[in-house]
């Protein structure tokens, strides 16, 4: 059966590069339950890093959504 990961990545545009990915768990049934939780996520990441840092490094959230075969 298929499932899919979210893959978080944090980037910079005043650094232009980003930090390495971050695999969340669990593991989504969907494509669309996992791009939901991906803007979520994303949200909720740069809510905990602060708008100072958010702002100081113009950072954002790239998120993917990877098919994987379920054992």
């Given at each position: 059966?298929?499932?899919?990961?979210?893959?978080?990545?944090?980037?910079?545009?005043?650094?232009?590069?980003?930090?390495?990915?971050?695999?969340?768990?669990?593991?989504?049934?969907?494509?669309?339950?996992?791009?939901?939780?991906?803007?979520?996520s994303s949200i909720k990441l740069l809510d905990e890093i602060?708008?100072?840092?958010?702002?100081r490094a113009k950072l954002y959230v790239r998120f993917e959504?990877?098919?994987?075969?379920?054992?």
């Amino acid at each position: 059966m298929i499932k899919f990961v979210l893959i978080l990545q944090i980037c910079s545009v005043v650094q232009m590069d980003c930090m390495p990915k971050i695999n969340q768990t669990p593991l989504f049934n969907t494509h669309s339950d996992c791009a939901r939780a991906g803007h979520v996520s994303s949200i909720k990441l740069l809510d905990e890093i602060g708008d100072q840092l958010v702002n100081r490094a113009k950072l954002y959230v790239r998120f993917e959504c990877k098919a994987v075969s379920e054992s």
